[in-house]
């Protein structure tokens, strides 16, 4: 059963720190894993997607790796912002796993003027 | 912006009571998903559909049931409600499968239920 795991539960840097992320999961055979950024009392919004043949993506400040051997993924982000303050989820999509994308708890993160 | 509604978004109702949450988006996606999340914890599939008159059931077992008769509507019920029922629904929608490379996933703000 695949298993996702968020180290740090939470994170509270400095504005315009880079910080990382991390995500790690159990079955390395997944199709994909995704982050999204939740903030509070709304649904989630979707950041990044990496394939499996993948082993990065990039979108603006963000930066995500993906080390499927390992079962390891980070988020980059570079010069956090207040704004950046939210719950970061990491989801996987296990082969044959169907529509099942299976989440990890979370990073609560604080970026601090 | 992503054009998935979700109603009612807070609700508190008695044990026993009958309960649909309302879901509709008008993006014309074909796949949908209800998702249950209890604060500080992972999300869990519970119900999913690939269309029209399609439902599956996720990996959380849950005594909730869905129906599909339209595209952009996709509405949760739960018979008779009980304070374990007390939880966040988020509903999802997508245009193609999530396997699928470069599909996004989009999510309504979840309705949060609360069962006394």
């Known amino acids: 059963k695949q298993e996702v795991t968020q180290i740090p539960a939470a994170l509270s840097v400095p504005e315009g720190e880079n910080l990382v992320l991390n995500c790690s999961f159990t079955d390395s055979a997944i199709y994909n894993l995704q982050w999204f950024r939740q903030d509070p009392g709304k649904g989630l919004t979707s950041l990044l997607l990496?394939?499996?043949?993948?082993r990065e993506q990039t979108s603006g400040r963000l930066n995500a790796s993906l080390d499927k051997s390992s079962g390891r993924s980070t988020l980059y982000i570079a010069a956090s912002q207040p704004g950046d303050s939210a719950t970061y989820l990491c989801a996987v999509l296990t082969q044959g796993g169907s529509e099942k994308l299976v989440f990890g708890k979370g990073t609560k993160l604080t970026v601090n003027p | 912006e992503a054009d998935i509604y979700q109603t009612p978004r807070y609700l508190v109702i008695g044990t026993g009571k009958k309960i649909t949450l309302e879901c509709s988006q008008t993006?014309?996606?074909?796949?949908m998903y209800w998702y249950q999340q209890d604060p500080g914890m992972e999300l869990h599939l519970i119900h999913y559909s690939y269309g029209v008159n399609s439902t599956e059931k996720g990996d959380l077992s849950s005594e909730s049931t869905v129906s599909r008769i339209r595209t952009e509507h996709f509405p949760l019920t739960l018979e008779s409600a009980r304070p374990s029922h007390t939880s966040q629904y988020l509903c999802?929608?997508?245009?193609?499968?999530?396997?699928?490379?470069?599909?996004?996933?989009?999510f309504g703000e979840g309705s949060w239920l609360t069962v006394v």
């Open positions: 990496i394939q499996s043949s993948q």
């Open positions: 993006m014309g996606h074909d796949k």
């Open positions: 999802a929608s997508s245009l193609q499968g999530i396997g699928v490379s470069g599909n996004t996933i989009y």
